[in-house]
């Protein structure tokens, strides 16, 4: 294992850690590990997920400034909720269609632009649907929506399987330990959640 893949690994785990915990240093710590999944993600031709990581390098400075945003001002902070049903079908249906479209573009990026994508993609339409529910993931963790763990733990399973069949074995270990934390992180919330509904 590299010291790029070791510093990803720690990072991630500790990230992910401290985001169950509500902690804020995990936006931080969690910018470390984006940027060194990006460089093993496109040495391994996982476009998807390189260019996921572009994404989450984003939701990654608008998450540590809204969390820290609403707990340094006089703005209330933000509580773990719920999406309503209809929200819920919106987010099944835009990762369906996105993960369709988007692993049809990155399935082509070998023949559009073979000078910057020398290898072609592997595993187009896996790795875009872990990239598309990853990002739906981050935007929810950012606004405490509960189903953020739920997609945490389905990319959670699907990753460990596409890294393992690419030979990033550190890296397929680390996304069952991620599977781990998001239930762990899962369970948390529901049982703050339940708290929050009993104090109103």
Known sequence: MSWLELTGTVTGLLAVWLSAREHIINWAIGLINIICFYVIFYRSALYSDMFLQIFFFGTGVYGWYEWSRRN???????????????????????????????????????????????????????????????????????????????????????????????????????????????AYGLVTWQRIYKQQQMSL
């Open 72 to 182: 340094t001002q006089d703005l209330p902070k933000i509580k773990i909720d719920l999406l309503k049903p209809k929200q819920r079908f919106l987010m099944i249906l835009f990762i369906i269609i996105n993960t369709i479209v988007l692993g049809h573009i990155i399935s082509k990026l070998n023949s559009w632009y073979p000078h910057y994508f020398p290898q072609p993609a592997a595993f187009p339409i896996a790795d875009t649907a872990i990239m598309v529910m990853s990002m739906v993931a981050n935007v929810l963790m950012a606004r405490k929506k509960m189903e953020a763990w739920y997609l945490w733990v389905a990319v959670d399973i699907l990753a460990p399987m596409l890294y393992f069949q690419k030979k990033l074995y550190f890296l397929s270990i680390e996304y069952v330990i991620f599977g781990i934390i998001a």
